[in-house]
């Protein structure tokens, strides 16, 4: 097994990718919509979940004998070669940073260390348990999957068709009932019984138990309509659901959540790839996971419109019959309505925030009426440039005065990773829970 590690938003070698290069032909330049229509699981599904991620954008993008990562994350295998993409914050094998950044987004408990002894392998597998949860809860807010199923009977009351084979099985010598067999509407049917299977196969694991607990309520439902779960079932069950992908498009959370089960019931812990033409892993999009994390810290204070949900939906301008025009979702806007403040967020590194990223901030600013803007970007503890306060300009060169406007400001403030070299996970979490303080006291401030 060869394996390659490497971070995001980053410039690696074209000559270091030598040992993957199978994997690295099938990847490179390749968009997510083409991976994810591989087999590539990417979190989140719905690429419209975030500004920053699109179906167009690469995970490995070629210039100059080099590739470059972007914000993506994440896990990638075929056949014997593997490519680990860590956040920009990790240090050897350790990825504190992803790992808490997951679990606070997610709701997630700190039930194993992604970064323990434990093989590549494994700590995918417990990636794609940690999602469970998520995914569960977010198809069943649509309500119980219900579908037509065939039910099997044998009895005096014939409503459906004759099965011969089971009749003669059963009822040989003939004592008055007919097997037969009936298409009805069920809530009990392949795609509950693979959220059955796949519940119970969590239970068998005792490290990741508790992550039952934070769906109680979902489990019951699915165990109140799965009364004929039998454990010898579940090979039959998930031939069903390869041969039978749910489709429909109000059932789409369904859909992949269909997705998430298999692979986590087919799962091989021993081999990333199933086959030297099929690519598997799981994808994470740092910004979306950023954005939801900020949210966390300073949701209290200021709204969130959300692109992904359609709420909160802003607009730039109005007609004069009353049309509104020019749909925006500003990442936050304080409810301060006396100094109001724009913040956005960006899984950049700090000279990666500009142009395109300015324009669109000081268009909110002027919206809202807001003379204060933030980008808020995770930053190494250690880096000496954690803020830059920028003034906006007045003034042309044609006229020779540019002056800066002191009541108008963008800043850009860093929130502090801490360098978990010689850290604990408990010990990096308590030091970024400080630097989440100062960036919240800070934001507070400014008000």
Known sequence: MTTLIIKDNTVTAQADFHGISL???????????????????????????????????????????KYRSSNVMGFLGMDKEQLF????????????????V???????????????????????????????????????????????VWQNYNNQNIKGIIDVKRQVQLNTPFVGNIAFK???????????????????????????????????????????????YQYF????????????????????????????????LQYDKHNIGLGSDHINGILFDGAWLWEEYIAQLIGDKFHHPKNRL?????????????????RIYPDFISKNTEKRI??????????NIGNKDYLQVLAYMFRFNAKIGFYIYPERDDSENSELKMFLNQGTTFDNDILKQQ??????????????????????VQAIRISESKIVERLINSQ
Do not use: W
């Open 233 to 264: 079932d579940r090979k039959k069950v998930i031939i069903d659901n390869k041969t039978n992908p749910i489709r429909h498009a109000y059932y789409q959370e369904y859909r992949d959540l269909q997705r998430l089960c298999l692979m986590i």
């Open 23 to 65: 994997l690295t032909k099938r990847i490179a330049d390749k968009t997510l919509d083409q991976l994810g229509k591989e087999g590539l699981f990417i979190f989140p599904v719905d690429m419209q979940q975030s500004d920053d991620l699109s179906a167009e954008q690469l995970i490995l993008q070629s210039y100059n004998q």
């Open 85 to 100: 993409i860590q956040s920009r914050f990790s240090t050897n094998k350790q990825d504190y940073f992803f790992q808490y």
């Open 182 to 228: 009936q298409r009805e509407f069920s809530f009990d049917n392949y795609m509950t019984q693979l959220i059955r299977h796949t519940i119970e196969f969590i239970k068998l694991k005792s490290s990741c138990k508790i992550l039952l607990n934070k769906i109680t309520d979902e489990i019951d439902r699915n165990i109140e309509v799965t009364s004929t």
């Open 342 to 351: 724009i913040v956005d967020t960006k899984y950049k590194p700090l000279n």
């Open 102 to 148: 997951l679990e606070k987004t997610l709701d997630i408990p700190n039930i194993t260390d992604l970064n323990s002894y434990s093989s590549p392998s494994e700590r995918i597998f417990d990636l794609y348990v940690f999602l469970f949860p998520f995914y569960l809860k977010r198809a069943m807010r649509k309500g119980q999957f219900k579908t037509y």
């Open 407 to 428: 009541g108008i400001s963008l800043t850009k403030l860093g929130l502090q990773i801490p360098n978990s070299q010689n850290l604990s996970y408990s010990e990096f």
């Open 310 to 326: 359609g709420s909160g939906a802003q607009q730039l301008f109005s007609t004069e019959d009353g049309h509104k025009r020019g």
